[in-house]
């Protein structure tokens, strides 16, 4: 199995990040340096809390994200572009979600906000595999581009033919 590092899936996660309007310079991590290529990508992830830090502070960019962290991240990254528009039309019927036992609350509460919301299928490996293990890059392509493509439905109106 391939493990995507975490700077890959943020530097992927945080695109759409790049083209927001310009923001005060965030406080980086005490791991990366101001000269490292994805420490504006890094700076803005953390200061919106799209991801976040270690306990001491450390944004460890070089560890594998597991399933869990990708679907919390890709629920906080919905969030905050959802947060900064207003629907253009109603949200859908929830679909029901059935989330792993070992996902946490957190962990749980982004799955089920995600499928329940059509941002990942109800079959997404992020809710049948073990989500502590780390994702493959097919995973990730799949969950970004579905993430992508319901955030551009949902920004869309209906088309009346």
Do not use: C, W
Not at 31 to 60: L, N
Not at 98 to 110: F, I, M, W
């Amino acid at each position: 199995m391939y493990s995507l590092p975490l700077t890959a899936a943020l530097l992927l996660a945080a695109a759409p990040l790049a083209l927001a309007a310009p923001t005060p310079k965030p406080t980086l991590p005490k791991d990366v340096s101001t000269g490292h290529f994805a420490a504006g990508a890094v700076g803005r992830v953390t200061h919106e809390k799209i991801m976040g830090r270690d306990v001491d502070g450390r944004f460890q960019g070089n560890k594998p994200v597991t399933r869990y962290e990708l679907a919390v991240t890709l629920d906080r990254f919905v969030r905050y572009v959802e947060a900064a528009r207003k629907p253009l039309h109603p949200a859908e019927k929830p679909a029901p979600v059935t989330v792993p036992a070992r996902a946490s609350k957190a962990e749980g509460a982004a799955l089920t906000h995600l499928v329940s919301q059509g941002f990942l299928p109800p079959g997404s490996p992020l809710l049948k595999k073990d989500g502590r293990q780390p994702v493959t890059a097919n995973e990730l392509s799949d969950a970004l581009a579905s993430v992508t493509i319901r955030l551009s439905d949902r920004a869309e109106p209906p088309h009346a033919y």
